[in-house]
């Protein structure tokens, strides 16, 4: 289980996350959703390790992670897709997949790369480009198979259909559906909403830095009148 409790970040002396409890458990899918400005992108930036939080706690399976830094929490199981499909442009693909899980051997770490390989089999013939040369749905694809090299419990994607075709993001599901059965926790930062429903176990809408709905995707689907309260600020 991968849960944050009473989590609040703080931003140029403003409360960006206020008190925030969510949880995620492995082999299932979490929807967060929200408006533009909520706050979604802060609390997962700082579930990994990457953003100071004020007061609040980060736990995998019961062991405290928050303030041990980016490579402590991913080595304890957490790795993180932030927004932008962001790749280490200057790198071919393969060195953007050798870059990740420095705590592996290399033997592992060889084969944890080939794994990627296996789930984005797309990648394969683009081995050596460069992946600043690659397009947008290509680079989020690298973006998540790094992530999947440091074999996280935890994978936390943010905005992952942001920009893209939907043929893309349908393939971006579906292997988002394979990693949940394969055991996998998800925490799904997703703009469309219907899409995130139809694959999320258990959702959250975040509203203003604060959870304003907890609850199952039926019972958001049930009632549109939640949405539209935390995306109109009421």
């Given at each position: 289980?991968?849960?944050?409790?009473?989590?609040?970040?703080?931003k140029n002396s403003r409360t960006?996350?206020?008190?925030?409890?969510?949880?995620?458990?492995?082999?299932?899918?979490?929807?967060?959703?929200?408006?533009?400005?909520?706050?979604?992108?802060?609390?997962?930036?700082?579930?990994?390790?990457?953003?100071?939080?004020?007061?609040?706690?980060?736990?995998?399976?019961?062991?405290?992670?928050?303030?041990?830094?980016?490579?402590?929490?991913?080595?304890s199981g957490v790795a993180a897709?932030?927004?932008?499909?962001?790749?280490?442009?200057?790198?071919?693909?393969?060195?953007?997949?050798?870059?990740?899980?420095?705590?592996?051997?290399?033997?592992?770490?060889?084969?944890?790369?080939?794994?990627?390989?296996?789930?984005?089999?797309?990648?394969?013939?683009?081995?050596?480009?460069?992946?600043?040369?690659?397009?947008?749905?290509?680079?989020?694809?690298?973006?998540?198979?790094?992530?999947?090299?440091?074999?996280?419990?935890?994978?936390?994607?943010?905005?992952?259909?942001?920009?893209?075709?939907?043929?893309?993001?349908?393939?971006?599901?579906?292997?988002?559906?394979?990693?949940?059965?394969?055991?996998?926790?998800?925490?799904?930062?997703?703009?469309?909403?219907?899409?995130?429903?139809?694959?999320?176990?258990?959702?959250?809408?975040?509203?203003?830095?604060?959870?304003?709905?907890?609850?199952?995707?039926?019972?958001?689907?049930?009632?549109?009148?939640?949405?539209?309260?935390?995306?109109?600020?009421?």
């Amino acid at each position: 289980m991968l849960k944050v409790s009473n989590l609040s970040v703080h931003k140029n002396s403003r409360t960006i996350i206020n008190d925030v409890s969510i949880s995620v458990a492995e082999g299932q899918i979490v929807a967060l959703l929200g408006p533009n400005g909520a706050g979604k992108s802060e609390l997962v930036l700082a579930i990994a390790g990457m953003l100071p939080i004020a007061s609040g706690a980060v736990a995998v399976n019961d062991k405290s992670v928050h303030g041990s830094g980016v490579q402590t929490v991913r080595t304890s199981g957490v790795a993180a897709v932030p927004e932008g499909h962001q790749v280490l442009g200057g790198l071919s693909v393969l060195d953007n997949l050798r870059a990740a899980g420095p705590e592996l051997t290399p033997d592992d770490r060889k084969a944890e790369v080939q794994k990627a390989f296996e789930i984005f089999p797309e990648l394969i013939p683009l081995k050596q480009q460069s992946a600043s040369s690659l397009s947008g749905g290509q680079q989020q694809m690298v973006a998540i198979a790094q992530a999947l090299v440091s074999r996280p419990k935890f994978l936390l994607i943010d905005e992952m259909s942001l920009g893209l075709a939907p043929v893309i993001i349908d393939r971006l599901i579906d292997v988002i559906l394979d990693l949940r059965l394969q055991g996998l926790g998800i925490l799904l930062i997703e703009q469309f909403t219907q899409l995130a429903l139809g694959v999320a176990d258990h959702c959250y809408v975040l509203s203003q830095g604060e959870i304003k709905f907890d609850g199952s995707p039926q019972e958001l689907k049930g009632d549109q009148s939640i949405l539209e309260r935390a995306y109109l600020g009421a």
